[in-house]
């Protein structure tokens, strides 16, 4: 760039969509749902997936109205954090198609991802923000808070857990937090990297007799799904980002939180 030249900053850019692109982490993406950006959402019944990849999330378990909706909180396309969605202690976002094969693959042998959420928990206490495993009925994972109010990894085969990781670091309540759980199987002591706004641990990725087999309950974003263990009355989330096949490292996780901070003040 000429010296001199101010770059401009154009509202795309500030869309996570757009944040991810120009911090080079778009490889390897599975979805990204921005409540503050309009191509995510403006009206209806359905969070509108940005990477490109069609993995809709509905509100509540369908796109007809119902009790277990979120609350859309703010001004449409507005790229702050007054812009989110709330929950009441009963709501969440459900996969509006099948779990794909590449869902599915987070609870199996080679399971290689990462998730990232900007959040607001209402209080601590057990309480899933995305899962597969329906809370133990199902074969799958789960990321959320666990009972001591920490960030926590849950993988099961069938009703066997054989993954229970628990950071040391609590996660705040009361304002928005940067929460990412990066998972590589093949990574050993260290292939779990949870992050709590810029503070990272890590723990092991090793899968011990993972199932082979599918989910039986389709991904929930505000629980674990099957509907279990939602998000407290009060609890905000303001974006979601999820990579298949790519464990982000803790640089590239740290390159994330802070491009993407400023929009929540934190």
């Not at 490889?27 to 191509?39: E, N």
């Not at 670091?169 to 093949?186: E, K, R, V």
Request: net charge neutral; glycine share 16%.
């Amino acid at each position: 760039m000429l010296p001199g030249i101010v770059p401009i900053v154009t509202a795309g850019s500030r869309t996570l969509s757009g944040i991810i692109s120009r911090i080079g982490l778009s490889g390897g993406l599975l979805f990204v749902l921005d409540a503050a950006d309009s191509v995510s959402f403006s009206t209806g019944q359905v969070w509108n997936d940005t990477s490109g990849n069609g993995l809709n999330f509905n509100l509540g378990t369908s796109t007809g109205a119902e009790g277990s909706d979120p609350t859309f909180n703010g001004s449409t396309g507005s790229l702050s954090s007054s812009t989110y969605w709330g929950f009441d202690g009963g709501d969440y976002f459900t996969l509006g198609q099948a779990n794909t094969a590449r869902i599915n693959n987070f609870h199996k042998a080679g399971a290689k991802w990462t998730l990232a959420t900007w959040m607001w928990y209402a209080a601590a206490g057990s309480a899933g923000f995305i899962g597969t495993n329906g809370n133990s009925v199902s074969p799958g994972f789960a990321v959320g808070m666990s009972s001591g109010g920490k960030l926590i990894t849950i993988m099961h085969n069938a009703s066997t857990q054989i993954i229970n990781n628990v950071t040391t670091t609590s996660i705040p309540t009361g304002g928005w937090c940067f929460l990412a759980n990066s998972f590589d199987s093949s990574g050993g002591a260290t292939g779990n990297i949870l992050a709590i706004n810029g503070t990272q641990e890590t723990a092991t990725g090793t899968l011990s007799s993972p199932s082979a087999s599918n989910a039986a309950v389709t991904m929930q974003i505000g629980s674990r799904a099957n509907n279990s263990v939602p998000l407290p009355n009060g609890s905000r989330i303001g974006g979601f980002m999820a990579w298949e096949g790519l464990a982000l490292t803790s640089a590239q996780i740290t390159s994330l939180f802070n491009a993407t901070r400023g929009r929540y003040g934190v």
